[in-house]
Structure formats: C-alpha cells, structure tokens
C-alpha cells in the first residue's frame, strides 16, 4: 500500500499563487507516476497534471496548461503543484494521485481518475473573484 499527503491548499485572490506538495510513503518503489486531480462543487474529477518518475515527463490539463507546474523529489517521493494566475474556476478540492507500474503519467493524463490506484486526502482551494 502507499499512502499519500497532500498540504499547500488555501484561500487566494484571482491572479494569485499556492503550492501544494504530496508526500508518498509506503511501498513507493512500485510507483511509476504521481500527479494531481481536482474536483469543483457539482463536478466530477478531473485529471490537471502527472510526472512519470520514470522518464520525468509531465502532462497538464489543457485547462491549466502554461499556468501551473508540476516537479517531483523523487528520492523524497514528493511531488510539487505550483500554481499561478489562479482563476476563480481552479476552486476545488485537490487531490494528490499515484498509480502502480501500469499506471504511468500518459495513461493518467488519458484517462484521468479511473487509472489513479492510490489517493490523497484531498486539500481545498478557493479562489475568489
């Protein structure tokens, strides 16, 4: 099993910043992605951005795309969001997400939640208007 951390959530101001880092512990060595999913009130989750822990390669929502970037400390299994230019449509619960050796970062960037086999908690982000 791994078990996942997320913290960095909070309230900011449209146009702002947060960074929200996710810490793994457990059975990390049979990880092969790690990443994030959001879900807005009313919405289903959606798949924002992974890191392959294999090749590095990232993927981001198109929705996201050039506003927030994702990194990872690989010997720490810890892997950061950093977002800018928040928008009040960012507002959700963020949940940090890994998947075991099948689940690399394209196949949770394809197929979002559904190829997620360990969750986080969940961290709130607000954005106000």
């Known amino acids: 099993q791994v078990q996942l951390v997320e913290s960095g959530g909070g309230l900011v101001q449209a146009g702002g910043s947060l960074r929200l880092s996710c810490a793994a512990s457990?059975?990390?060595?049979?990880?092969?992605?790690m990443g994030w999913i959001r879900q807005a009130p009313g919405k289903e989750r959606e798949f924002v951005s992974a890191?392959?822990?294999?090749?590095?390669?990232?993927y981001y929502a198109n929705s996201v795309k050039g506003r927030f970037t994702i990194s990872g400390d690989n010997a720490k299994n810890t892997v950061y969001l950093q977002m800018n230019s928040l928008k009040p449509e960012d507002t959700a619960v963020y949940y940090c997400?890994?998947?075991?050796?099948?689940?690399?970062?394209?196949?949770?960037?394809?197929?979002?939640?559904?190829?997620?086999?360990?969750w986080g908690q969940g961290t709130q982000v607000t954005v106000s208007s």
């Open positions: 997400a890994a998947g075991d050796p099948r689940t690399t970062a394209q196949r949770m960037s394809v197929i979002g939640p559904r190829a997620v086999d360990y």
């Open positions: 457990g059975r990390t060595f049979s990880l092969a992605a």
């Open positions: 890191i392959s822990w294999v090749s590095g390669s990232t």
